[in-house]
Each structure stands twice: as C-alpha cells, then as structure tokens.
C-alpha cells in the first residue's frame, strides 16, 4: 500500500502542476481575449468616427415662391416662405451606403426650435441629446458626393433676427450655418 500511496502522491503532484500551468495559461489568454476586446472596441469606436459624414459648404437663404413654384431669394423676414438650407454631403468610403435621413434643426431669433409640430414625430437624437427638427431630407449616399437642399417651414411667420442652423446626419451635426432675416 506504501508504494500505491507514494504512486498515487506523485501522480496528484503531477496533476497539481498540470492544473497550475493550464490555469496560468488560461489566465494569459483571458488577459490576451481581454485586450482584443479592448482593441476592437478602440477600433470601431475610430470607424464610427470615421464614418461620420461632413456638410460641405453649407449656405442657407430665404425664398419665396411664385405662382408658378419659381424660387425667389429674399432676407425679409416678412416675404420669407421657407428657409432654404443647401449643402453637399461630402465622399466617406468609409460611411455605410444607402438612404440616409438628413435633418435641419434651427433655433430662431428668440430661442426656439423652428418646427412644423412640436409632437414626438418631429423629435429627433443627436450628439446625445434631443430636439425638433425643421425640415427633412431622405438622401441617397453611395460614398460619393452629393448635393442636397431642404426647405423649411415653420409654422408660422418668420421674425427678424438670426436663425442658427444644423444640420443632422446618422445622430450628428455635420455641419452649422445661419442667416439673418431683416
């Protein structure tokens, strides 16, 4: 019994050392798994940021329309119809194609937000926060550029003063203007 105790003593020793070194290793690749988690959240965190498309030389403008739909730019205030907000989404490779919704939030003269309705369908999240959008665009990105103009209005007559402008793509402004209505 002496030499199967001192056999079996060895073997659990053997065992013992096995068992340490596999959970030495399993330690090492948990820390190993760990930091390529970590990695690969760095790593989309940078596409996402990557992604994040850019309003190009946005300008806006007030128009009034004719009786034959015809544009007309005006700064008065009181001839103003809409607010014309042009710009160019500028080329992503790395942006997702497809149709993207293009909001334009803008803050009149005496703080408000410019909105047709001040309903739950109007409302929409950007850069971690939430506000009434004034006009909308459905655009059709397909990594190039692209031309894009919204109208706006509100929903009653414009005030004189500056409009503060942004523009809002996939939760984020990519780009800001404004304009002076007299």
Known sequence: YVVQIDSLFTLNKTILAEKDK???DLTAEKGKSDQL???KDALQNT???GSVLEAENPKAIGVKF???NKEIETNKASRAERIKVSFTLGENRIAKKGVKPVYVRIMTPDGKEMTKSD???NLINFNGSKGFY???EDVNYNNEKVKVDVFCAGPTEFIPGKYIIEIICDEVVVGQTD???K
């Open 22 to 24: 596999v959970n030495e």
């Open 37 to 39: 988690s970590k990695d």
């Open 47 to 49: 596409v996402k940021i």
């Open 66 to 68: 004719t009786s034959v």
């Open 119 to 121: 309903n739950e369908s």
């Open 134 to 136: 004034a006009g909308k």
């Open 179 to 181: 304009i002076t209505l």
